[in-house]
């Protein structure tokens, strides 16, 4: 098991976990749930994380967060009108309900 990324968005560690995934490389959230108790315990342990089961899958992982990066810089946020959750811009549906983003 490596980590490879620490999300700043529950979303976030999500996108890239299943991104991964779609890339057939076996990717876990971790802490998904802990980020009410950032301010007890160093940022880096407390915030989601994304975990590879595959050590070797690790440069290709990187590769993919690389692109991933790329890709979020060009869009903005979206916010659900149903439960007021934020999306990546490139999101058609909410991650959290699954409502159709305006
Ligand atoms: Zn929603």
Do not use: K
Not at 34 to 61: F, K, L, N, T, Y
């Amino acid at each position: 098991m490596i980590r490879v990324y620490v999300a700043r968005q529950r979303y976030d560690a999500y996108l890239v976990a299943d991104r991964l995934n779609q890339s057939g490389i076996r990717a876990h959230v971790f802490n998904e749930h802990m980020s009410s108790i950032v301010g007890d315990v160093p940022p880096d342990v407390a915030q989601p994380q994304v975990w590879i089961a595959d050590d070797r899958d690790e440069a290709r992982a990187r590769a993919l967060l690389r692109e991933m990066e790329r890709d979020a810089a060009r869009t903005t946020p979206r916010y659900c009108r149903a439960c007021g959750e934020q999306s990546p811009g490139s999101f058609d549906l909410c991650w959290n309900c699954g409502t159709a983003l305006a």
